[in-house]
C-alpha cells in the first residue's frame, strides 16, 4: 500500500491549481484532519511548497529538486513511459531491478531511476561509474513486438531521444557516437545500455538503461575518466533541475517509440545520422578478421555501421573497436 504522504502528494499533484480542501483530504485518504496537518508540515519541511488558505485549503506550488516517485510522476506528460516509475536512492544497478520487476510482469514503460548505483555497469560488463549522486541512471521496461536482431535499433532510438531532449531543453546540440554513447566537445556525456530477454523469433522484453552525466563535479570520476566525460554542469556552470529533464527525456521517448513502432527504424535512422560523431570522417577500425582505416559514411537498417574501405567498397561492421 502507497504511503499515507505519497498519497497526499499525488491528490495534490492531480488537482493541479486549484485548491484542495482539508476535509476532502482527510476523507480521501481516510486520515484525521490533523494527520493532514502533520503531513504537510513535514512535506513542506522536505521542500516542497504547499499554500494554505482558510476555508479554502491547500495548492501544491512547487515540488523539491531531489528525486522521488511522486516528484516524478508530477506532471508528466507521456501515456505509458515513466508511468509506473520505481524509484530508490541507492541500488546496485537500476538494470537489475527493471530486470526482476521485467520477470515479474511489469507493464512496459516502467521505470526504475536510482541516485546512486554501486554497481552501475555498461556494455561487456565494463563500469558505469555511479556511484555518487547528481547523475541520472535509470532503465525502460519495454516489451516491443518486434524481430529480436531489431533490438540494436532501440538503443539507436533511445539516443536520439536523449539527444533531442538535450536540443530541446538545454539548446545544447549534443553528437551521438556509434552506436551508444553521447559525446559533447569530444568527451562522453551519456551511455545507453540495452539488455534483452528473447527467444529465437521473440522478445520477452528489453531493458533500455540510460545514464547521463548531470549535476556532477568532475572531480567524482576516477581520475583515468576525468580527462573523457563531462556533465551539463560542467558545461553550463549551472544545476539542472533533473526531474523536468527526465520527463523531456521519456516525452520525446514515446513519441519515437510510438513513430518507430507504427513507421519503422527509417525516421530514426535519418535523425540518429544527423547527429552522428565523425561521420563522414576517417576512422580505425580492429575487427577479429583485420585492423583498417575507412570513411565512416552511416548506420544500416539493422544498426550496424557502414564505412567505405580503401578500395572504395562498403563494409558493414558489426563489432569493433573503434579509434575515433
Ligand atoms: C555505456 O557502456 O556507455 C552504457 C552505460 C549505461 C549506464 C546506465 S546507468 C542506468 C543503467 N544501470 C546500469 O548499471 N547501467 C545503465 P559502454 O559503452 O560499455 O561504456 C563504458 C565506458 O564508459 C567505461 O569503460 C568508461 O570508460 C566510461 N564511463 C564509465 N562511467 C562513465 C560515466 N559516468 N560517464 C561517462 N563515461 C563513463
Aim: hydrophobic share 40%.
Amino acid at each position: 500500500m502507497k504511503k499515507n504522504k505519497e498519497r497526499l502528494i499525488s491528490l495534490l499533484a492531480s488537482s493541479k491549481n486549484a485548491y484542495i480542501s482539508g476535509e476532502n483530504l482527510s476523507e480521501e485518504l481516510q486520515v484525521t484532519r490533523t494527520s493532514i496537518w502533520k503531513y504537510i508540515k513535514e512535506l513542506k519541511e522536505e521542500g516542497y511548497e504547499i499554500e494554505a488558505i482558510r476555508k479554502k485549503g491547500y495548492m501544491l506550488k512547487q515540488i523539491p529538486l531531489h528525486l522521488s516517485e511522486s516528484v516524478l510522476k508530477w506532471d508528466l506528460k507521456t501515456a505509458f513511459i515513466g508511468q509506473n516509475i520505481i524509484y530508490r536512492p541507492v541500488l546496485s544497478s537500476t538494470q537489475d531491478m527493471a530486470h526482476e520487476l521485467a520477470r515479474s510482469g511489469c507493464e512496459a514503460g516502467t521505470l526504475v531511476i536510482a541516485d546512486k548505483q554501486t554497481s552501475g555497469r555498461g556494455r561487456l560488463n565494463r563500469e558505469w561509474e555511479s556511484n555518487h549522486s547528481g547523475g541520472i541512471w535509470m532503465s525502460l521496461v519495454l516489451r516491443p513486438e518486434i524481430a529480436p536482431n531489431n533490438a540494436p535499433q532501440l538503443t539507436l532510438l533511445s539516443a536520439v531521444a536523449v539527444s533531442n531532449a538535450i536540443e530541446k531543453l538545454l539548446a545544447i546540440d549534443v553528437q551521438i557516437k556509434w552506436p551508444n554513447d553521447i559525446f559533447l566537445h569530444n568527451k562522453k556525456l551519456a551511455g545507453i545500455l540495452t539488455e534483452m530477454q528473447a527467444e529465437v523469433d521473440k522478445i520477452n522484453y528489453l531493458v533500455i538503461g540510460i545514464g547521463i552525466n548531470v549535476n556532477q563535479q568532475i572531480e567524482v570520476f576516477g581520475e583515468e575518466l576525468q580527462s573523457k566525460v563531462i556533465s551539463l554542469k560542467e558545461l553550463l556552470d549551472q544545476e539542472i533541475d533533473r526531474k523536468t529533464f527526465i520527463h523531456c527525456i521519456l516525452e520525446e521517448f514515446e513519441l519515437l517509440y510510438n513513430d518507430y513502432l507504427e513507421n519503422g527504424f527509417k525516421p530514426i535512422q535519418k535523425s540518429w545520422v544527423d547527429k552522428a560523431y565523425k561521420i563522414g570522417e576517417e576512422i580505425s577500425l580492429k575487427t577479429p578478421k583485420k585492423n583498417f582505416k575507412a570513411i565512416f559514411e552511416g548506420i544500416e537498417h539493422d544498426g550496424s555501421l557502414l564505412v567505405e574501405n580503401s578500395n572504395g567498397d562498403i563494409e558493414k561492421i558489426y563489432s569493433a573497436e573503434i579509434d575515433w
